[in-house]
């Protein structure tokens, strides 16, 4: 499973709700990133086992398969991937089973509503500590 392209990192946009995922894409699209995008944590599967990804920015709360249940996958499965993790949520005030699970996964996460610029440079940080 190689990497098309030289040089080229390969991300994929797990994210249910299609403006959030479409800002995703344009954003690291332009950064000459190569985006893949899953609506939700199953789809994400299928596509993580026939693609090599270079990070996953995965919300947490999507239908069918959800964010933890994904990366919990991607522990089992693929656990270098799963280092290369970027969470996003709409959901971190208050404390509560998000917040103790992006504590105990202690991997990165984008609180929604987020900028491009956010965006950019948390992807380019998570990227440079591969």
Known sequence: MNNSGAGVKRILVVEDESAISQVCQKVLT???????????????????????????????RTPVM??????LWLEEKHPKLASRVIFTTGDVMGGGDTQIFLEQAARPFLPKPFTPDELRAIVKQSLRQV
């Open 30 to 60: 332009s950064e000459g990133f190569e985006v893949d995008i899953a609506i939700n944590g199953e789809v994400a599967l299928d596509m993580i086992e026939e693609k090599q990804y270079d990070l996953c920015l995965i919300d947490i």
């Open 66 to 71: 959800n964010g933890k249940e994904l990366y």
